[in-house]
């Protein structure tokens, strides 16, 4: 049993952390209605800033604080992000308004490409690493009630409850706020929206600012894990299954979907693999993704599209 639930929170907090991620694609998509493939690029451009940043602020002002770095280089890293989400609304949204949604999603892959490139030639291509001071030991829990305790990852769980706190920030901000009702109204209908006074443009800016900053703190979280690297944009990759279960349209829906593909990554693992072989915590969320897309193509909490004719 103590193994058991050992497991399970372990699949918990990694699930909560592609939850984050996937909250990314949920606040485009609402605002927007286009899914954005730049989000994993974002991710990777928002943790090279704050590793970049937080190495050059010491060289540039002579200080040794570790501290005042990370806070200086997170300020500096977020307006980055808001800069990008400005630039991307100037240069590419504006000019896309009330057109397909495969001609966005065609400019979110190109915006990609180009938050790669110049990602490479601002920051450039090494791996670099993020030191927040989350400790690594792990942490003995519940030592009185099972043999031996519960063995969790302090770094997971500091991971999981920051990502937690964000994801309950943002439904708020979605569920109860003037800014929030605004974005649901954008994502519904652009020309509706505009016809009652509701700036297009600055929605957008602010909707892909708070996406930003979403990526910002999961790229904090996956490069202080992993180490900022190129590869890490594919981070995003695991957290499209985590979209097509809860829904599109849903925030609730990405956390519950993050938590069950968590969860269910690890006790596959354990439990299947010695009967299926290794590496079902690879493709075990897009089996279940493909699962879903057939029976209930709308996720477990999407809106269910319904095309007059």
């Known amino acids: 049993m103590g193994f058991f639930l ?103 892959l190109g915006i990609a490409y180009f938050l790669d490139g110049v990602g490479q030639t601002i920051f450039g291509n090494d791996i670099y690493k993020i030191d927040v001071g989350m400790p690594k030991e792990p942490l003995m829990v519940l030592q009185g009630t099972f043999p031996g305790g519960l063995l969790l990852s302090q770094e997971d769980l500091i991971a999981a409850l920051v990502a937690a706190g964000l994801v309950v920030v943002l439904a708020i901000f979605f569920q109860k706020t003037a800014t929030g009702r605004a974005l649901r109204a954008v994502a519904d209908d652009h020309q509706a929206a505009q016809s009652i006074g509701i700036p297009l443009k600055r929605i957008w800016v ?78 075990f969320a897009y089996v279940l993704a493909l699962v879903f897309l057939l029976v209930r193509p709308q996720g477990l909490f999407g809106e269910k599209i319904i095309d007059r004719v």
């Open 206 to 283: 602010i909707v892909w600012s708070v996406a930003g900053f979403s990526a910002l703190v999961a790229g904090i979280i996956w490069g202080s894990k992993l180490g900022v690297q190129f590869s890490l944009s594919l981070v995003a990759l695991k957290a499209l299954p985590v979209v097509i279960l809860g829904g599109l349209t849903s925030i609730p829906g990405a956390i519950i979907g993050g938590l069950l593909i968590g969860v269910g990554e690890k006790l596959s693992e354990i439990y299947l693999g010695p009967m299926l072989g290794g590496g079902i915590e690879i493709w």
């Open 6 to 108: 050992e497991t399970l929170f372990g699949g918990l907090m990694v699930g909560m952390l592609y939850s984050l991620i996937a909250i990314g694609f949920v606040l485009i998509y609402k605002a927007s209605g286009v899914f954005n493939f730049a989000q994993g690029a974002m991710v990777l451009f928002a943790a090279l800033a704050m590793a970049r940043f937080a190495e050059w602020f010491p060289q540039w002002f002579g200080f040794e604080s570790q501290i005042l770095a990370n806070i200086l280089a997170f300020v500096a890293a977020m307006g980055v992000m808001v800069i990008v989400a400005w630039l991307i609304e100037r240069l590419a949204l504006s000019k896309l308004v009330n057109q397909e949604g495969i001609t966005l999603l065609m400019a979110t």
